[in-house]
């Protein structure tokens, strides 16, 4: 079955300290994968996509997904968060014609 | 740009009513697709348009769900008899021909009492 999994449901963690968000995805879905960031009160945002190409993406504002192939991960990262990263995250991957989103991660970023 | 816009922002009905719930696209953008998003749950797939026609609506829960796009964008999800467990935030998100990269709107929020 096609699915994309989200290992935690909620990460706490101090300001500047850094974080990582996991992701697995079914190796039936397709190897185009999103991450999706969702401010309190806001739409979803794309954060950064991998399509092709280097296995390291990176967003404008630090944050950075690996693809794992064969560890069928995709993992989000941040060396260093800021209260303003405070959001719901959605990792995704494409399956034919539409996305599949994970269940998401809220983070918390502690003062 | 105009980025996707849906209306209205909340809806509060009635079960057993019927509701409209629209999207409007950004233009010239040909797919169009509806999510809906339950609380504490990623956004789930219902239906895709491409132009005018429904590519796929495997995703729609029942035949309560209707979806329209008479003139490839605007689109009008349809919703009958409605249940309280309808109630979730639904999702319009369009995309360019050939992208894989989908722009959200901020999703209409449906509550049935």
């Known amino acids: 079955a096609q699915s994309v999994t989200q290992l935690d449901s909620q990460v706490p963690v101090f300001e500047e300290a850094p974080v990582e968000l996991r992701c697995n995805y079914s190796?039936?879905?397709?190897?185009?994968l999103f991450w999706y960031v969702q401010y309190p009160n806001q739409g979803l945002q794309l954060l950064l996509k991998y399509l092709s190409g280097s296995t390291l993406v990176e967003s404008i504002n630090g944050f950075e997904a690996e693809f794992n192939k064969s560890q069928t991960s995709f993992h989000l990262r941040k060396p260093s968060v800021h209260i303003s990263d405070t959001a719901e995250y959605f990792c995704?991957?494409?399956?034919?014609?539409?996305?599949?989103f994970g269940k998401g991660t809220r983070l918390h970023i502690l003062p | 740009g105009a980025g996707v816009s849906q209306t209205p922002s909340n809806k509060v009905t009635e079960k057993g009513k019927y509701v409209e719930l629209r999207c409007d696209p950004i233009s010239g953008h040909t797919a169009l697709y509806w999510y809906r998003q339950s609380l504490g749950q990623g956004p789930e797939f219902l239906i895709y348009f491409q132009g005018t026609g429904a590519a796929d609506d495997s995703g729609l829960p029942n035949d309560r769900f209707f979806a329209v796009r008479p003139e490839g964008s605007v689109s009008t999800l349809k919703i009958q008899r409605t249940e309280r467990g309808d109630s979730a935030v639904y999702l319009c998100?369009?995309?360019?021909?050939?992208?894989?990269?989908?722009?959200f709107g901020p999703g209409t929020r449906l509550t049935v009492l």
């Open positions: 998100a369009s995309s360019p021909t050939g992208s894989h990269e989908q722009f």
């Open positions: 995704a991957a494409w399956a034919g014609d539409k996305i599949i």
């Open positions: 190796s039936s879905v397709s190897v185009y």
